[in-house]
């Protein structure tokens, strides 16, 4: 039976030190997965994702997963009440648009679940469940994580294709999916984000830090969205301009994180 691959990024929170977790799926036909056999994507990662949200201290002793098991154990030797991320996959047979399980965690845990890109489930100890959506073709998430924004700066990240390719891409705004999550901008550590503008087209982002937005250098999270024509089509083309203490990384899709140079750069779809 056809079945679809739908990259997840799990983000776990508050999670205790030595201790025994896990994801267990109740739906037939949902699976755990390594994903597409691809060379540079993530399949099975831990606090792979650029943003650097986390401490750089291993907090995992062991993780395993079969079908439908997910299983962790943290290290006696991490702080009392910890954070990380995982990304894998969800294999999800032809028809099938929603899942059930349950996950075994500590009290305070939660885990922030992003299946592909649908709004998060929010899963904590007990019973779990979240809607799939089919992958869209012809569409992918673009996360790109800016740091070094200093105040008055600007960053112009600019998309294109090979020009001897009839199409093309253009920035989008989301999926038509209903559940999508859109196009959303955060600061890495939870403040306010420092700009003072922000322009979205079909072919460029630019965004500029504001003139009081403090003296220390700051770092920007966003989460954008890019469309393109033919289906077929196998690359785009990325340029960061910025200030050289600004760094741009960009993740498409379940890609590895990738640094977008003053020149374009080639990405994989």
């Not at 489930?121 to 924004?149: D, E, H, Q």
């Not at 999916?177 to 859109?182: D, H, M, T, V």
């Not at 050289?244 to 750069?265: K, L, N």
Request: charged share 10%; aromatic share 8%; with cysteine.
């Amino acid at each position: 039976m056809p079945n679809n691959v739908i990259p997840v990024v799990l983000q776990f929170s508050n999670v205790a030190s030595d201790s025994n977790l896990s994801l267990t799926f109740t739906t037939p036909g949902v699976r755990w997965s390594l994903g597409h056999r691809i060379g540079d994507s993530l399949g099975f990662s831990y606090n792979v994702l650029p943003d650097g949200v986390y401490d750089s201290a291993p907090c995992l002793q062991s993780v395993s997963f079969n079908d439908d098991l997910l299983s962790l154990t943290t290290s006696s030797a991490a702080s009392s009440l910890m954070g990380f991320t995982l990304t894998l996959f969800i294999e999800v047979d032809e028809g099938i648009n929603s899942l059930a399980g349950y996950c075994t965690l500590n009290n305070e845990a939660v885990v922030l679940a992003y299946l592909g890109n649908q709004r998060p489930a929010l899963w904590r100890n007990g019973r779990i469940s979240a809607v799939i959506g089919v992958p869209t073709a012809s569409y992918r998430s673009v996360l790109f994580t800016i740091k070094g924004l200093k105040p008055s700066t600007q960053v112009d990240i600019a998309l294109g294709t090979d020009s001897s390719i009839k199409g093309g891409a253009s920035w989008v705004l989301g999926s038509a999916n209903g559940n999508a999550l859109g196009v959303s901008i955060g600061s890495k550590d939870g403040g306010s984000v420092p700009l003072s503008m922000l322009s979205y087209t079909d072919n460029r982002i630019v965004m500029q830090s504001g003139a009081e937005s403090g003296s220390s250098a700051t770092a920007v999270v966003m989460l954008a969205y890019v469309a393109w024509q033919p289906e077929d089509l196998k690359h785009i083309y990325l340029r960061a301009s910025a200030d050289p203490a600004v760094s741009v990384y960009a993740q498409v899709g379940a890609r590895q994180p990738q640094w977008v140079s003053p020149a374009y750069t080639l990405f994989t779809l």
